[in-house]
């Protein structure tokens, strides 16, 4: 696939097949997004892979957001860690969440990024995280069942400016 045409078919895939997703082809995208770029090469970044149906089920009900949960074989919290890169702990593992997401779909699987910043505490205490993690991000994993549209995006001249803020296109 060109790689625009990789990119532009992402969406956030809520529905999913009731079939099994290998673990092996979740460490291939794991080991994939490994190569997300991180302030000073820092890596500030861990995974949990949930397969286990209570976990998954508990993490559901966290917000209305989080009921693809329910519906996925897995999922994968992507944690960071603020003592291993304290001033962009949250942008490097939200790369490397990025990267995860873009991995899963090269290898034809289907994931939404459920909210974990306004439940961090409860997702800590579900998955017995320390408090020197940070989940930032669950992503919902399995094989896609649905093919959504593209949703609506800004236009170009409304998120661009030339040489100074407020100079449009
Ligand atoms: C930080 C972040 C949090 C999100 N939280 C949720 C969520 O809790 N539940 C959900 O269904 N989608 C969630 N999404 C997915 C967005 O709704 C989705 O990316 C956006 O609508 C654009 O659609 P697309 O991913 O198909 O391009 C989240 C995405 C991001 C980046």
Redesign the pocket.
């Known amino acids: 696939m060109d790689c625009r045409e990789f990119l532009l078919s ?5 529905y999913f097949e009731d079939r099994e997703v290998p673990l092996e082809l979740v460490l291939e995208a794991i080991g994939i997004a490994r190569y997300a770029p991180s302030a000073k090469n820092t890596q500030p970044w861990r995974t949990i892979i949930i397969r286990r149906r209570d976990l998954l089920n508990k993490l559901a009900k966290l ?6 949960l329910e519906r996925a074989p897995l999922a994968i919290v992507v944690l960071a860690v603020p003592g291993e890169s304290p001033t962009s702990y949250l942008v490097d593992a ?1 790369l490397f ?2 990267y995860l997401w873009l991995a899963l779909h090269c290898l034809g699987l289907g994931a ?6 306004r439940n961090t505490g409860d997702i800590r205490e579900i998955l017995k995280i320390p408090d020197e993690y940070i989940p ?3 992503l ?1 994993v399995g094989w896609p069942a649905e093919k ?1 549209e ?2 609506p995006r800004r236009s170009i001249e409304e998120i661009v400016f030339l040489d100074e803020f407020g100079v449009g296109l």
């Open positions: 992402r969406r956030s895939i809520r917000h209305a957001g989080a009921r693809p939200s969440a990025m939404v990024w459920v909210q974990a910043l930032i991000g669950i919902a959504p593209a949703k």
